[in-house]
């Protein structure tokens, strides 16, 4: 038993750690919220050097064969520079879903160029009335010769400005709710008849509403069998979660100790506040608050190594992902709440970095389901079997 | 990272799991329970010896004195196998609390005297700590204990001791010295409970039942063969020993198997027809501790696997006591809401098997008693202010 991370793993947080450290302070991340396309896209080929856009890809695809738990070692570490560059949504999300399609020839074109830097990918998965069902999908692809032709309207697709690629989920068959019968396709973002109309979100990432008007697809398009996109997005669902919370972690543990260090120089009726015993008592529930979060999310490491080793089936890892992303809006929500509250007016403030930080937690919370949504996904498993 | 178990390991933790299916029976399991009618005294000294014919007593001690000489993974398999089958712990009093300052600061003439007895169950110790005017503030402890050639004279109050009325021994911190530091004048005294001048007065707790008490001393003779270590020094002695205390607080498996039999209930018991558990409000307040809970495990062994490296306990260690008493409180509320107003029937008004719901008087004590965890062994409070000072730096 351990809680160590590889000598490998240690390498490439080091490398996250730096470079947030060294290149990402505030000012510039700033800068780069506030311009146009609002990511830095030498940055990106950056990442692409130093191979941190590789790690969950397989080698046969020139990746690092990286795991979950690497996955989460490079979240966390960019979470703590609260860095807008899509990781999440090019490498994790987009990614993950690539790598576990069955269409071998679509992964050997696509995944090549997410590692070179050259693709930023989304998936548009979300419509206006969907909230958090994946399943709710409107969006229809209907067959003809030799492809379909998708019509429908994405909304917040992440990174939806920058992406050169969208994983979209459409209607092959069935009704709006159905689980089965919808598919997922790979749809180019200047194919005719994509409209992307996008804008800046609360965190300062940007997203899109994208809309399909009459765009035709081919079958090579396909990530895996028609109508089996639930099949597959399940499946990576857990590797998602736990890279947006090992990401939400690295934020609340940067919260707290900008909460800590505060409280010990801001100076009050001729004392520093954190000799207060009232401030001290919420600065260990916050820090507790963070404690747990990490034990879980180690607990969604440890579980997911042991199925991808194939070792346990999936039913413990399926209620211990639920439980996290719950932890994580909870506990997020607290710690977020707690160093605004401690830091005072300064908290309120734009200037100051903390609200930038508690609002990417609040995103991180609403993104796939937030606490309780999972809370309850986590009830049907644990009482209702 | 990952949490595999050696496969030595886990034919240890088989061994363990054997030896408790087969001497954990049900009717030991019903004896300690209380509803056997037997003393609780007379039912954990008999499951007690079964441990220590077994060799299994002390896990905690050092091989030398009847420890087991297990690594530290066997010992947290160990208590890790205990709390999912159910098994109290054992009275901590001597085995757990003063073994360990008497093997650790004790003469060899204490320890040949005191540590057999312990590890046979044969002496019932309790803890002389806490008075009317010392709880978390334990350093302004009065209880006098002056010198007079071969003896210490006794005098003072002692409060909250627990089975005081079954021990032979009580292990005392008293005040030696006055006018230096508080802490400096303090020391450790061993005490026979049957030395003349002590009164125990029973303490009926709040779960109508009977395990503290206060202890009054008046002059009483203590030799000075007693006195562990040097006088004027047992604070230090003390702090080794609530440290001691501290860890494993948090009963991470105790609580799985409470969860797990509150979900039982849960199913049986029914409110318009409809099993609580499929309740959508009650299945949040069950999911709020259960995550929790799932979250104190990964606590607890990310706690274990650096000391079994050798490591230091890190700061998440802190939070054991304050994470694992708020759950199993959180429990023990859940089982009385399942109680309901049947709960609140006493023992003896009406037999259990007539009002149905045989769990309700247990779940009712075990909830009102149940507000101790988060006062004794250092309130949540002096916890919270030990990770401020120490983990945070405040």
New interface residues.
Partial sequence: MNFEFSEEQTMIKDSVTRFVREQYDFDTRRGIVESAEGINRDFWSMFAELGWLSVPFAEEYGGFGGNVVDIAVVMEELGKGIVVEPYASTVVVFGGLLSAATNQDLKASVIPTIIEGNCLGSFAYMEPQSRFEMTDVTTTAEAVEGGYTLNGVKTVVANGGTANSFIVSARTSGDQFDRSGISLFLVDSTAPGVEVKSYKMMDGQSAATVTFNSVSVGDAQMLNAVGEAMDLIDQVMPQILIGLSAEALGIMSTLNSLTVDYSKTRQQFGTPISSFQVLQHRMVDTFMACEQTKSMLYRGLCESKSVSEGETDDSALAKTVHALKATVARYGKTIGEEAIQLHGGIGMTDELNIGHYVKRLMMINTTFGDGDYHQKKFNQLSYMS | ?????SAEDIAFRDEVRAFFAKEYDATVAEQLSGRAGIEYKSAIVSWQKKLHAKGWIAPGWPKEYGGTGWTS?QKFIYETERGLAGIPDVVPFGLKMVAPVIYTFGNEEQKAKFLPRILESEDWWCQGYSEPGAGSDLAALTTSADYAGDNYIVNGRKIWTTFAQYADWIFCLVRTSKGVRRQEGISFLLIDMKSPGITVKPIVTIDGKHSLNEVLFEDVAVPTENLIGEQDKGWTYAKALLAHERTGMAEVADSKRMLDGL?KR?VAEVNGGKPM??D?VF??R??DI???L??????E??V???M??GGMPG??SS?LK??GTEISQAIHELQLQLAATYGGALPGELSSDELGHDFAAEARGKYMYGRAATIYGGSN?VQ??V??KA????
């Fill in positions: 990272m990952d949490i595999k178990f993974t979900k849960a558990i499929e959508p299945q949040m069950m999911s259960e995550m929790e799932m979250a104190l495990e990964y606590t062994l990310r274990f696997a650096s079994a490296a700061p998440e939070l304050i994470k409070e919270r202010n990770i401020a983990v945070l730096g405040l």
